[in-house]
């Protein structure tokens, strides 16, 4: 069982930043790729970005390529989401995810049903 907490969500005016963190506890995320989604209110939760276990494959959404920068580091059981020029459409409820299977240092996941473990999610409010 892997257990995921986000953190880092507030509130930020239209051109800020933000990162998020995930925090995983339990089994070790080390070899699993991970992924972050995000949920508007009235919308379904919609991919945002994916990274392979090394670190070394990265995949954005359209929508935040060039703004938002994926990270981990598996040392401490972390992942990031550097988010910057944050626009009112980013505003939403930010969750990360793990697969339960262990794959190739590239592999990512884009989406929702690639994935098992989720965490509770941080909202992230940018006012215009």
């Known amino acids: 069982q892997v257990q995921l907490v986000e953190s880092g969500g507030g509130l930020v005016q239209a051109g800020g930043s933000l990162r998020l963190s995930c925090a995983a506890s339990g089994r070790a995320v080390s070899f699993r790729p991970m992924g972050w989604f995000r949920q508007a209110p009235g919308k379904e939760r919609e991919f945002v970005a994916a990274?392979?276990?090394?670190?070394?494959?990265?995949s954005y959404e359209d929508s935040v390529k060039g703004r938002f920068t994926i990270s981990r580091d598996n040392a401490k059981n972390t992942m990031f989401l550097q988010m910057n020029t944050l626009k009112a459409e980013d505003t939403a409820v930010y969750y990360c995810?793990?697969?339960?299977?262990?794959?190739?240092?590239?592999?990512?996941?884009?989406?929702?049903?690639?994935?098992?473990?989720w965490g509770q999610g941080t909202q992230v409010t940018v006012s215009s």
């Open positions: 990274i392979s276990w090394s670190g070394g494959s990265t």
């Open positions: 995810a793990a697969p339960k299977g262990y794959y190739s240092s590239s592999y990512y996941a884009t989406h929702l049903q690639d994935y098992d473990y």
